[in-house]
């Protein structure tokens, strides 16, 4: 089988994320940058599904900037074959990053039984790129998946919607994946994979190598800001429990006659 | 001024109540609105009060469940001929999956889970946020149209006021042909509840719950005042809460209008997720908390005592 995952690297979920000086983006300079965290169940999900079926192979796909290959080299640590490296900006947006992807999975030559990627990356948050580019490539798609089984070509998919509900897909490859926490528990990078990880192929493309271009663009961001601060609301001391009644009832006043929300 | 079309979903009795917001901003405009299945009487009457000069109401085989290719293809069928600018929906579950999918069978783009937008000289502007909220920004859309935008629930609020229009019902019948994916099955939640996205109030329990079973005074209060009962990371990745109820950067983020924070410290992630909710209450042991930065009212206090004299204090207002 022919297995893709689809990386993107982002913001570390502790970093302090500030606009850029004109407003055109966010400060990068001093930014922790990891794995999307949703893209470890994806790379995961490929490796158990490489080790159940012989022969495959998993060749995962980034598209970015090359200041730090935290992503790639994680992937590929995990356990993961090969990799394409799409060169570009961190602001691309997900119809330049869907098409990219696919001119990449075009190059390599292989044509994917099955592609996996996040359900979101938790920079932008669009959650855009896994149906963009199943829609590209004419495959159907299934997003937000905790649950996977493939068997004799079918694949069998939980789909968690609102109110904790599963939608249950069966599905003949090819299928986009796009993975969810809970799906599995992804694998933590060993030594020696970290340093067989160096030695694996990685192939650099540009965004023309991959016929993308400015006009490919479809959304244009501006200003930059930090959302407003709140002023300090009421706090209340209500360790001593002679005080907490009292506490209690002043604040499901204000809920109702100052916040009008009960 | 544009043309505009807006999908929504239908529930039992009615449409989801983020159509309605959607159409209240849309004032001045030409709008349609589309939907997939069967249409409430009370849908269609609200759709019509609130600015819905035509509904498409699409039926065919293999639209009796959700699935992204027969859904997109419908909705394409109806925008083929509408000479439409725009198409807006709803951010949930359904429409996040399917904007997408449809923007892409278009060429189009899109701007995801705005929580703000005006339509100066027709013209869509909108505010998002980025980085799960740490940041926001300003989002405009170019390329081929229709021009596609998702907003998210209980952001922009219902319309104090509205206007009315025709609401013509047209009943389109569409061919979506084979569909690859399909729903074989749905399996239940344990929530019958409205989910977090589109929750009104919300109580969230963090690793000071210390147990899944004690997230049960949280649901006793849930159920007086009609809440839904969220969870932090770290109770989460303890094991107390499925990721379902996960409230932050990793899992969801919400807005509503009133955000309980119990035993939750306030890590930056999950701020994130719920900084938007209009009030917020925590309840915490340690003073300086983050969480009580946010919070519109803050009580240091244990929450296995306070939890329950707010329950009973609730109820007495019920």
């Known amino acids: 089988m022919n297995i893709f995952v689809c990386v993107k690297q982002v913001p570390d979920t502790e970093t302090k994320v500030t606009p850029n000086g004109d407003g055109t983006f966010i400060e990068t300079s001093s930014i922790k940058w990891i794995m999307n965290p949703y893209d470890e169940f994806a790379v995961e999900q490929a490796l158990l599904l490489k080790a159940a079926n012989a022969g495959s192979t998993v060749t995962v796909v980034r598209v970015g900037s090359t200041q730090d290959t935290e992503a790639l080299r994680t992937a590929l640590a995990m356990g993961a074959d090969e990799a ?28 994917p039984d099955i592609i996996f990627t996040g359900k979101q990356a938790i920079d932008d948050d669009c959650l855009q790129v896994p149906q963009l580019l199943a829609q590209m490539l004419d495959m159907p798609s299934v997003s937000v998946v905790v649950g996977f089984d493939h068997a004799d070509g079918k694949t069998t998919l939980k789909r968690e919607v609102e109110g904790g509900a599963l939608e249950v ?3 003949t490859n090819p299928v986009l994946v796009a993975c969810n926490k809970g799906l599995n528990t992804p694998r933590y990078a060993s030594l020696p994979g970290i340093m067989k990880a160096k030695r694996k192929p990685l192939q650099n493309l540009s965004l023309a190598d991959v016929g993308v271009s400015a006009d490919d663009r479809r959304v244009k961001y501006s200003n930059f800001q930090l959302p407003p601060e709140k002023p300090p609301g009421k706090k209340y001391d209500a360790m001593d429990e002679g005080k907490q009644a009292e506490v209690v009832a002043e604040v499901v006043q204000l809920l109702r006659n100052e916040a009008k929300v009960i | 001024m544009s043309k505009i079309l807006v999908f929504t979903e239908t529930t039992d009795d009615n449409v989801k109540s983020v159509t309605l917001e959607i159409l209240g901003r849309l004032s001045g405009q030409e709008v349609d609105v589309a939907c997939i299945g069967n249409l409430p009487e009370a849908g269609a009457k609200a759709l019509a009060e609130h600015g819905a000069a035509n509904i498409h109401k699409i039926t065919g085989s293999g639209l009796e469940q959700y699935s992204p290719e027969g859904y997109s293809k419908a909705l394409k069928s109806v925008i083929d001929n509408g000479g439409y600018d725009y ?12 904007l997408p999918r449809l923007a892409g069978s278009l060429d189009a783009g899109m701007a995801s889970e705005v929580t703000n937008f005006t339509m100066d000289g027709g013209n869509f502007a909108g505010t998002r946020p980025l980085f799960a909220g740490k940041v926001l920004a300003k989002v405009e859309i170019q390329g081929p149209k229709p021009h596609f935008v998702t907003v998210r629930p209980n952001a922009l609020g219902m319309p104090e006021s509205a206007n009315g229009a025709a609401g013509t019902v047209n009943e389109v019948s569409a061919d979506v042909g084979e569909i690859k994916a399909a729903i074989k099955e749905i399996v239940k939640g344990a929530s019958e509840k409205v989910d977090l996205t589109e929750a ?52 969801k983020t919400v807005a509503p209008s009133l955000y309980i924070a119990c035993g939750i410290s306030g890590a930056i992630q999950h701020l994130a997720g719920m900084r938007t909710s209009k009030v917020i209450v925590a309840v915490n042991t340690d003073p300086d908390a983050p969480i009580f930065t946010k919070a519109d009212y803050g009580i240091v206090g244990d929450l296995f005592q306070i939890v329950p004299l707010l329950t009973e204090e609730f109820k007495k207002m019920m």
């Open chain 1, 84 to 111: 394409i490296l799409v060169e570009g900006d961190d602001n691309l947006d997900s119809y330049m990053i869907a098409k990219a992807i696919k001119g990449g999975i075009e190059k390599s030559g292989k044509t």
């Open chain 1, 169 to 171: 897909y069966e599905v």
């Open chain 2, 87 to 98: 198409v807006m929906a709803g951010s949930t579950s359904l429409g996040k999956d399917l």
């Open chain 2, 200 to 251: 009104n109030i919300i109580i969230s329990g963090g690793r000071a719950m210390k147990n899944a079973e004690n997230f049960k005074i949280l649901e006793d209060c849930a159920n007086v005042i009609g809440a839904t009962v969220g969870a932090s990371r770290a109770a989460v990745d303890s094991g107390f809460a499925p990721h379902a109820m996960q409230v932050g950067q990793t899992g």
